[in-house]
């Protein structure tokens, strides 16, 4: 990556992003050195101006900046660190720097399958021993698209009774692989959205 150090005197700033929820964390700046071992860790480095030497960000609260990707701007003198915090940010311990909330499952409706799509992104990038969505992944295109296949019957069929709890359960569970089909496909919530857009302006 071709980033221009030398505007700052060897330090440029760099904006750390919840990779999943998309909140801004916090400002640090990085050097080269910084930079590399950012890069080579995978945790979020910075170079302190106050104490002229590098920290790596949760060396002493544990809570790390796991990183997930470095974007430059477009002057090649900023950047970008998308990451995953293992813990509250700021040393005040606020989720982030800026005093917002940063718990995603707080988040209001739509906002809510948004994160969702996020993590299930998350995990196929970064595959989690264990994980259902992961195994899923695994199986490939032909079990994730049986299993939503499957929930929508199982929806169908709930529907057809009166217990409001069982139905909705049925319809999270079909929302869930829903988006995990989109995962894999490459697609996302944004891209059928356009799509009803463009039906709805007829």
Known sequence: MDIDFS???????????????????????????????????????????????????????????????????????????????????????????????????????????????????DRKAHPQEGSYTNKLFTRGINRIAQKVGEEATELVIESKDDNRELFLGEAADLMYHYLVLLVQKECSLSDVIDVLKSRHKR
């Open 7 to 121: 505007k700052g005197n060897g330090l440029v700033p760099a904006i750390v992003q919840d990779a999943v929820t998309g909140k801004v964390l916090m400002l640090g700046y990085m050097n080269e050195e910084s930079y590399q071992i950012t890069k080579e860790k995978g945790l979020v480095t910075f170079f302190s101006r106050s104490r002229n030497k590098l920290w790596t960000k949760g060396e002493t609260s544990g809570n790390y900046l796991k990183l997930r990707e470095i974007l430059v701007d477009c002057d090649k003198d900023t950047l970008l660190v998308k990451a995953i915090p293992s813990g509250p940010v700021c040393h005040t311990g606020s989720d982030t720097c800026f005093g917002e909330n940063n718990d995603p499952k707080e988040a209001e409706g739509e906002n809510f399958l948004f994160y969702l799509q996020g993590v299930i992104e």
